[in-house]
């Protein structure tokens, strides 16, 4: 017997949620106890379950808005109508029983009162209406019952089913996010993914003896081994504060485990945190080399010791990466669903159990907040950014200087920044105009807009910037005015121009040298130069005067659109350039360059 490891159309529109400065914090709170059957066979999970919902807000509610996320996976979604209009197929030409579905098998109920449930977004059925009998006063607590029937599609996407694998992702009746905007509820599709309430979870599956399972949460009763009648087994895992909940199964999962040692003392947390972390790897046959020998394992642990010392203590006590159906990678709090062992998916993934896990922002409207600063992070682990490819040159050629970008290239990338097509990154996510474009501005794009700040903070307070973050915010929402107000109080200044340009609206950074000279000095030389802004975003350019010692750099100011620079150098210079070890996104910059005349 093997053993089940854990540890192992029209639809409601959201409103803009005021600054976290505009008003007191709060949270709802959900808590989920569910008890789910798997019939490995055709892939269907009979479930049943309760939410206890605590009204925290100052509100009094008279409704409750649900999530069925896997009925996204279907014909006739607005997923498919979107994947149709882009042309993908996928979903919508799935048929019985083929095709991913959730749906209620009997009438809700709240405080043991069936309610009626209205798809507001019909034929979509991703998000669903439960009108209360009563309504639920500031402070007031409601127990809804729940039961219903979920199937992962053939087709994975996020989740799916192949023979007797399983990847169960958002397969629950998933309440909607009540925050300072209100109801938070988008329809699932391409472009977006998710928010979640924090609650604790306990989950009861009942599975096939011979089935490996690997799930968010720690088990808590009944060993993962031990059998039940007729040839199952039942295991229930438990997770604290966490806002979803998901698994995997396959009776051909290989396992491998390890352990994470944090070396340095956790002071003054305000959450818990484990010493030792726990790491729970399945995989799959012929995966052995990929995955199996330690692999795995050993690129989780790297990468949870780089987390830690760029954003600080890991919140769980347990990460569990598993080989999934789908190519690339979902995260889940404590659980990566990966379709590789790349340790730059692993990295990434597990990233997200930081940056939207722990830091839970509302994905459908600032995935630039996670998946932006997900892929620098990442980046920036393996020195992949501007910032540092440009130092790592510096240190081996002092002289060296950043190569010039093609025009081509340029011109693309202003056409597709600043062009009449382009749209902010904080723009909704259905209303990128298309899913590429979504991709390229929340994660390419974002990227950027991490690296600028990086640039401007500089890496002393750059870390201390995400390290405030996340000692402020973590198991809680986020939102700009969040990350923005650590980023002002590490910075010691207003950084609203710079947040309000990069998410806020499109553009380029483009500035110029005018006017350069260099003179002689008594027993050094003086450098002169005007430097013009002339793109729409500012930045603090750096200008750099080259002698036979390296470069002198300085830095204008972003604040001024015009500006006079002296620069000061023992040796005569031999050539002035904007940004010459290429740390900024501005293109152009290579262009910019003054050779001194020669001596007479």
Known sequence: MVACLAACGAQPRATAPRPAAAAPYWQQRADYTIRARLDDQSGVLAATGTLAYVNQSPDTLRELWVHQHLNAFRPASIWSQVDARENRTRFQALAEPDFAYERFTAPPTVDGVPVRVDYPGAPDSTVARLTLARPLAPGARVEVGFAWEARPSTV?????????????????????????????????????????????????????ADQVCGATGVPVAGDPGWPSAGGRKVVTFAARDVHHFGFSCDPEYRYEGGTYVRTARVVGQRYR?????????????????????GVAVRRTAEALGWLESVFGAYGYPQVTNLHRLDGGGTEFPMMMMNGSAGAGLILHELGHIYAYGMLANNEWRSGWMDEGLTSYQEAWRDARTRIDRGRVQQMREPRWEAPAMPDSVARRSMAYFAGPAAQPMGTNAKDFSDFARYNQMVYGRAEQMYGQLRDVLGDTLFRAFLRDYHARWAFR???RAAMQSSAETVAGRSLEWFFAQWVDSTGVQRYRLRDVRSVPSGSEWVTTARLVREGRYRHPMPVGVRTAQGWTIVRGDAGRDEQALTIRTTAPPDLVRLDPLGVTEDWFAAGERWTPPPAP
């Open 156 to 208: 994975p996407r996020r989740q799916g089913r192949k023979g007797r694998h399983v990847d169960f992702a958002q397969w629950y009746p998933k309440v909607a996010v009540y925050d300072r905007g209100g109801w938070q509820v988008n329809a699932l599709q391409p472009a977006g993914e998710f928010y979640g309430e924090f609650g604790d979870f306990t989950v009861t599956l009942d599975v096939a």
């Open 477 to 479: 929402h986020v939102d």
């Open 273 to 293: 945190t484990w010493d030792t972390v726990a790491i729970h790897v399945l995989y799959r046959p012929g995966d052995d080399s990929t995955w199996g020998r």
